[in-house]
């Protein structure tokens, strides 16, 4: 094992993974995300996840209207080297729907990453990285403790602003107070 610690590694950018895409080495149902310059295979989806993403997305929807885009399971380019593709992403509104290209952390309102057995890798490393590419607002949603960890106020050492929505309440993004999602609605089955 020494050895391979003594091993250059090379680490992929954001462009490097677009031509891995154009020149077929990497196809769409491929289910990668590039974090930190590495190809992470994603989890397969559950259908409890599944299920909490289309209610959230629904939710969001709803509760957003015209006043951003609602985008799930789709990229977020995060340069140099990162582009997670987050369970929602609430985004600026555009009129081009993001057709001139992927959405950066600045336009970035909010991401909702739901978690049952990805938990750990999606709080160890996922919200540290968005809290380094300056993203305002993470949720957390916790299938297994049905809780909502809502992260705010980004840094490089992570979120400063961290707390447990109360289960029955409403939560809301920072960017957008007049969305309220009412978290018994989610919890419900």
Do not use: C
Request: net charge negative; proline share 6%.
């Amino acid at each position: 094992m020494g050895a391979l610690n003594t091993l250059q590694r090379r680490k992929l950018s954001v462009s490097d993974f677009h031509r891995m895409g154009e020149a077929g080495i990497l196809h769409e149902a491929d289910r990668i995300e590039l974090i930190d310059g590495e190809l992470i295979q994603m989890a397969p989806i559950g259908v409890v996840h599944a299920s909490k993403v289309n209610r959230l997305n629904r939710m969001l929807l709803r509760a957003v209207g015209n006043a951003a885009n609602v985008s799930v399971q789709n990229p977020i380019a995060l340069p140099p080297r990162d582009e997670p593709q987050p369970d929602i992403a609430l985004l600026k509104a555009r009129a081009d729907d993001y057709l001139g290209g992927l959405p950066s952390a600045a336009d970035v309102l909010l991401i909702v990453e739901v978690a049952d057995t990805t938990l750990g890798y999606d709080r160890d490393i996922k919200i540290p990285l968005y809290a380094r590419h300056g993203v305002a607002e993470v949720w957390l949603v916790d299938l297994r403790s049905e809780a909502v960890i809502i992260h705010r106020q980004p840094g490089a050492e992570g979120y400063r602003d961290v707390s447990t929505a109360a289960p029955g309440g409403v939560i809301s993004p920072i960017s957008l107070p007049h969305v309220q999602l009412d978290l018994a609605e989610l919890w419900r089955t």
